[in-house]
């Protein structure tokens, strides 16, 4: 049994299943779908590249990436069940690319491939802010929130992946292991410790908002 | 699990918080709960954490960025 394989059989997703229908509608000619399935990758492309890596402009490219590569893939598709890990995984690697490719700027986002020490949650120091992050920032703020993009800011680039996949993106732990090619107990005490690290963070808001809770 | 210790409890936060405790196992952290303000403000603002960061997939993209992507799609399609 493959991998993928394993993925699906064990794991009754229903969000997987709707994006498994979605692909088989695209692949079977349905162009509204494959319209929705496009747009639905490059959102997915857009989310990472912003929340994981934290450039605007890499996730342009991302995008792009993200949409040739769902069009060339969904045509030829053998496991319409396994589409999800394959965009996930396809788009991290596309953030990759893009990060190795920039070496030499300064970053308020430690990069994924940056990391430092795997079961470290704190990043590594940050390089000087420039306009083009401080836009980044604001764009992200925009976006979620200042509150949120700090905390998920101040996790190390693989905890940060693995909270993105995770919660905001909905993935089950075990895909997540295999997008991340990490073990399923890693993944759970990433994760655990990121929670831990971000509501460290978000402390003060916290308690306010428990506190004015009905 | 019997022990209604706070160690016990946080030892089964994660699994409790992610839905994966039997029925008695969850009762148990929640009677832990009902006495002890500490252990209910670590799961009250740990579910907050969570909740925040769940709430991000509904929010949609920015309007510009899913007008582009609209269109890198519609042009793709159109050749």
């Known amino acids: 049994m493959t991998k993928s394989a394993e993925l699906h059989l064990s794991d009754g997703d229903p969000r997987r299943a709707a994006y498994a229908s979605l692909v088989r509608e695209a692949a079977a000619g349905d162009a509204g779908a494959m319209e929705r399935l496009l747009v639905g990758a490059q959102e997915v492309a857009y989310r990472f590249s912003l929340l994981v890596c934290g450039h605007a402009e890499d996730a342009e490219d991302v995008m792009q990436e993200a949409l040739l590569k769902t069009y060339q893939h969904v045509r030829r598709i053998q496991d319409p069940e396994a589409f999800r890990t394959w965009l996930y995984k396809t788009v991290r690697n596309a953030c990759l690319m893009k990060r190795r490719r920039r070496v030499d700027e300064p970053a308020g986002y430690v990069s994924i491939e940056q990391g430092g020490d795997a079961d470290e949650g704190e990043p590594r120091a940050l390089g000087v802010a420039d306009t083009a992050r401080l836009a980044d920032q604001q764009m992200i703020d925009a976006w979620i929130g200042v509150r949120l993009r700090e905390a998920l800011q101040a996790l190390s680039p693989e905890y940060r992946a693995v909270v993105v996949l995770r919660e905001i993106e909905g993935l089950s732990t075990r895909e997540v292991a295999s997008i991340t090619r990490l073990s399923e107990a890693n993944v759970k005490t990433r994760l655990h410790r990121a929670r831990v690290l971000m509501r460290t963070r978000l402390g003060p808001a916290l308690a306010q908002s428990t506190k004015t809770a009905p | ?79």
């Open chain 2, 1 to 79: 699990m019997t022990s209604q210790s706070c160690h016990t409890i946080m030892a089964h936060l994660e699994a409790y918080l992610d839905g994966e405790l039997e029925a008695t196992e969850c009762q148990a952290i929640e009677a832990h709960c009902t006495g002890c303000t500490s252990c209910a403000a670590v799961v009250a603002e740990l579910r907050e954490t969570i909740g925040l960061c769940r709430q991000v997939a509904s929010v949609p993209l920015p309007e510009p960025v899913r007008a582009r992507a609209l269109e890198r799609v519609r042009r793709l399609l159109n050749g």
